[in-house]
């Protein structure tokens, strides 16, 4: 009987057959996603015009002059995109390794990683990409708890990852990612984190802080340097062990790198808070302005918190920090010699003087009904007994200290009493112009502006005081040529009744009360603020010359065309006042103050830009001979203690000459201003390239000190001036001209009044002379 031979197995078909069937269904594992996301399984998913311009709140940004970022409006995303040229290689190469070691070698869905996640259940990692995360970030949300939505979410971010990766480079993706993750505290993006944690732009991160923050993806809220230092502390550390893992670090660079602290440097972006806080403020308001009267082509209007505006500012960083730091150390110390005239024991009607019991009550009672309280409270409908008990009722509150860190204290008042707290307060304005051009440089418009939100540059408006004499002897030697070197006598002057507008006979009196009978020069007169001489002059040229000078000069306010404006009664704001001061440092022409000069959408189109307003006033002779004048007053006059060292024993200086001596020898054009009761301190002062202009005073009138040592500008505004200069001109990239004005070279008008000033050095040799020259 015949034999049959069995049929041997080829052993490999029965793994070539597995194979198969896997890989057919891994096939079909990828595709089903996408075969679902357009069947619309996968629920709504975004259009491709979207997936080519996926929207981002973006805030809009202040830049100073010199490239910093000021600050930024924003509703809920403080967000600026960073691109990937300006993100450093270390900042990458940790976000890669720790979050996507393959990610340049994938087109989306790591498959490696895939395979690993779903072979040991997440346990050694997740799979996610950077792409996917960045889908999640963009288009599907926070992952759900419910299982199968959690999966139909992983699926969309599949879809939505390779669609990305179609649309964009690696280097766009990684920083789309970056400037898209909430890093909390307002640190919405790479470039608010950068600044916010470390006070750095991102292109300056050290390797430890990019490690700091790529480790904060994991869960920026549980991962809160601020609330859990050594948890990320040793997060960082993971994503440096990472890097070396990888090989973008040595293991010696690891080794040390994991030993540094973290160094943070907080620096919180609110809109009450950092530099520039009153400018900023100003600028929301005129940005609002703005984008009513430009409106988009399809004619809907730009959103300043949404639309990544860039808005290029005049303001400069650094001077503008000098400017802070000089109103900071100042009135602290200004703020700390009131209070101790103030006492109840000095003064029972504290922070007041010479008031009686119900104009106190008067000024209090104003106060309630236009505070917050009293608003919110009627709006809600409460009635005016409820409101009016509210305000008698203790609560806790954080009030305005310079005594305290942050210059704040918890305290418990009555919401009465802290309006009464609030009014002790010396307020205080700054602003500093280059006349040439007319960019606003600093702005500072009060003490603090979480306290104190009155911007006192524009929309407070005080009595000038002397600071308004120059627009007489300016509107005087432009009419009658006279000359610096010009004499009039010191005698009481009078207009007589019925002349100028005026019903009265207008008899003003020297500060002092007293006339020396002699012949003064006009730089003399001005130099220590003689009134009998400003007198004269007002009525030669008439109120009416004097207003038309004023209103050429940028100035809006109230101006009654009467003679006693020759001495400073009408109310005039600092932003104004430095404008039309900075006509005589640009040889007669007033430039109006500019503090925007570009303004560009996100994509960088200009939207914006801005063209100078112009005017000529006077004539260079004109304007050189009143900076000769001026110059007068930082000479010999009320402005010399800028230049010269009296008695540094006295108290006065002591007490409140907050950084003297100044020993300033540079040419410097001032004047300054104190007007009655010594309610408002002015100091105007100009060098060549520019000009600033300082108020201190009461939020009332009748909060100021009572003595003229005190409460004289030399005193209140001055070091201010001299304390901020000293700044600027320590920082020698700030370029402030420390030359002489420029003089015309076929100047018709003299000014060398040489003898004259000699002679009247001589006869003011004493500190007494000197404090007493100009109120």
């Known amino acids: 009987m015949a034999t049959t031979k069995k049929k041997t197995k080829n052993p490999f078909l029965k793994f070539i057959k597995w194979f198969w069937i896997l890989f057919i269904c891994g096939v079909v594992l990828v595709a089903l996603p996408f075969l679902f996301a357009s069947w619309g399984l996968l629920g709504p998913m975004p259009e491709y015009e979207h997936l080519e311009n996926p929207e981002t709140n973006l805030a809009t940004e202040l830049i100073s002059a010199d490239g910093k970022t000021l600050g930024k409006y924003y509703l809920e995303d403080n967000r600026t995109p960073v691109p990937f040229d300006q993100l450093p290689d270390n900042l990458v190469n940790a976000l890669v390794a720790t979050e996507d070691a393959r990610f340049f070698d994938h087109a989306g869905i790591d498959a490696r990683g895939t395979i690993r996640a779903v072979a040991y259940l997440g346990s050694k990692g997740g799979a996610s990409t950077i792409s996917q995360q960045l889908a999640r970030q963009l288009f599907v ?31 766009e993706i990684i920083a789309m990612y970056l400037n898209i993750y909430d890093f909390h505290y307002n640190a919405d993006g790479i470039r608010s984190a950068s600044r916010i944690y470390f006070g750095k732009e991102p292109k300056d991160l050290r390797i430890q802080e990019s490690a700091m923050l790529v480790g904060m993806l994991k869960n920026s809220s549980y991962y ?11 997060r960082r550390n993971t994503v440096l062990a990472q890097m070396a ?17 973290m160094d943070l440097n907080f620096n919180p972006e609110s809109h009450r808070e950092g530099l520039a806080t009153y400018f900023r403020m100003y600028m929301q308001r005129w940005l609002n302005q703005w984008v009513k009267d430009n409106p988009k082509l399809d004619g809907e209007k730009y959103n300043i918190y949404l639309d ?10 650094r001077m503008q920090h000098n400017a802070e730091m000089a109103v900071e150390a100042h009135m602290k110390k200004l703020q700390a010699e009131f209070f101790v005239q103030n006492t109840p024991e000095r003064n029972p009607t504290t922070p007041f003087l010479d008031l009686e019991k119900h104009e106190i009550d008067n000024i209090l009672e104003r106060a309630m009904k236009s505070s917050a309280r009293w608003r919110t409270m009627s709006r809600a409908g409460k009635s005016e007994s409820e409101i009016r008990a509210s305000f008698k009722k203790k609560t806790e509150m954080t009030v305005f200290d310079w005594n305290s860190d942050s210059y704040e204290k918890d305290t418990i008042l009555t919401p009465l009493d802290s309006i009464k707290y609030y009014k002790t307060f010396l307020r205080t304005a700054m602003m500093s112009m280059e006349p040439q051009t007319g960019h606003v440089k600093a702005w500072v418009g009060g003490i603090d502006y979480k306290h104190f939100q009155y911007d006192n540059v524009i929309q407070g408006a005080r009595q000038a005081g002397s600071t308004f004499k120059p627009f007489v002897y300016a509107a005087a030697i432009d009419q009658l040529r006279l000359s610096p070197c010009d004499s009039l006598p010191d005698t009481q002057y009078c207009i007589e009744p019925m002349k100028h507008g005026n019903i009265e006979a207008w008899c003003p009196k020297n500060s002092d009360g007293k006339y020396s009978g002699e012949k003064k020069t006009l730089k003399n007169a001005l130099a220590n603020s003689v009134n009998s001489i400003t007198a004269r002059l007002i009525d030669d040229v008439g109120p009416a010359s004097v207003v038309k000078m004023a209103r050429n000069m940028g100035i809006t306010k109230d101006l009654p065309e009467v003679p006693s404006i020759a001495l400073g009664t009408p109310d005039v704001n600092v932003y104004e006042m430095v404008g039309a001061y900075g006509t005589f440092a640009n040889q007669g022409v007033y430039v109006k103050p500019v503090m925007v000069t570009r303004i560009e959408d996100k994509h960088g189109t200009v939207l914006f830009e801005y063209v100078p307003e112009t005017k000529d006033v006077l004539s ?3 304007a050189y001979a009143m900076l000769n004048l001026m110059e007068g007053v930082t000479q010999y006059g009320s402005g010399g203690r800028l230049r010269h060292s009296y008695n540094k024993n006295s108290r006065v200086y002591k007490e409140i000459m907050t950084g003297y001596p100044y020993n300033l020898t540079n ?3 001032g004047k300054t201003g104190t007007t009655q009761n010594q309610s408002d301190g002015w100091f105007m002062g100009i060098v060549p390239n520019l ?3 300082v108020w201190v005073g009461g939020e009332e009138r009748a909060t100021h000190f009572r003595s003229l040592s005190y409460g004289q500008a030399a005193s209140m505004a001055l070091p201010i001036w001299g304390l901020y200069m000293k700044a600027n001109y320590d920082n020698e990239e700030l370029a402030i001209s420390k030359s002489a004005f420029d003089k015309p070279s076929d100047l018709s008008i003299n000014v060398d009044c040489t003898k004259v000033v000699k002679e009247l050095t001589e006869d003011m040799d004493t500190d007494d002379d000197l404090d007493d020259l100009d109120f």
Request: hydrophobic content about 30%.
């Open 308 to 317: 990544g505006l860039k808005v290029y500012t005049t303001i400069d960083s």
């Open 620 to 622: 260079r002779d004109v």
């Open 691 to 693: 000009v600033t202009g």
């Open 245 to 261: 893992k990888y090989g973008y670090i040595s293991e010696k660079e690891k080794d040390s790198l994991q030993k540094t602290k």
């Open 224 to 234: 809160n340097p601020i609330r859990r230092e050594e948890l990320v502390f040793n």
């Open 667 to 669: 040419p410097i054009a």
């Open 141 to 171: 949300g926070v992952r759900s708890r419910n299982k199968f939505e959690a999966i139909t979410q992983k699926l969309k971010e599949w879809v939505l990852a390779t669609r990305l990766e179609r649309n964009y480079t690696k280097e």
